[in-house]
């Protein structure tokens, strides 16, 4: 099978969900002639033109509440907001508005709208340019929250989110743009709520997100040439997610380390810890749950500052070797 990178696997869902769906349209910040602040959306500009690539004035609310309105007529909007961290311009059109009014006309408007916002550090983009407020999403009934880690999932996941009837958040992370994977070059979906165990193990499962499923298959080979086998699920869906292939492997191995970027308070992992100790998994455990997340300060503007906020390899190793060390 071919491999192309995250970047075009996203450009491709989105370009065959142009071509199967008139009503499918994209709208963003640069998104047209620019192609994106990323790149994700060159050349579907020339292909489809200025009025299904619309690009927008810089004002993220206005982004927000014009795809819930185009959604609520029936179009498919995918909006585009350039980093995640400028999401918190638009959340009374996200929060109050797109995730709320299925429920409030009794399920008779739908709001099948797609919202994809880069996230993460890594690229020395500071502060303000480098968050991961996936959280704060997962946190509000009736938005979807999908976190893709490999280019196939990302394009499966995205085709998925845009023929979903409600409106879906796609979180990709900055570093995994350029990274490349096989991809099938045909439409396929990937079911929304349904988690992926990337690696098979005995001992310990690590739960993680995005770009640390990569870094936790990382620390796995390498724990592996120990003795220690890690199992490492992604759940690829925040919200809904998949809390049964979650236990299952809790109850496999007895042991869990929970791996995001985001702050630790308050973070996804707080949620599944909390799954994990109020479900059937907890009986099952010979050690304590353990959450390793990016540490809660602001992202620094310095590389080798920026390296030591979130959880890298050795940080994975680390923790995984304490949580062997329960007897």
Known sequence: MREITYAEAIREALRQEMQRDPNVFLMGEDIGIYGGAFGVTLGLLEEFGPERVRDTPISE???AGAAAGAALTGMRPVAEIMFMDFTTLAMEQLVNQAAKTRYMFGGKAKVPMVLRTPAGSGTGAAAQHSQSLEAWFVHVPGLKVVMPSTPYDAKGLLISSIRDANPVILVEEKLLYRMKGPVPEEPYTVPLSVAEVKREGRDITIVATGVMVMRSLAAAEKLALEGIE?????????????AETITKSVIKTGRVLIVHEAYKTCGFGAEISAMISEGPAFMYLNAPIRRLAGLDIPIPYNRNLEYHTVP?????IAAARELMAYK
């Open 61 to 63: 609310g206005v982004i």
């Open 312 to 316: 890298q390899v050795e940080n994975i």
């Open 230 to 242: 890690v199992e490492v699920v992604d759940p690829r869906t925040l919200k809904p997610y998949d």
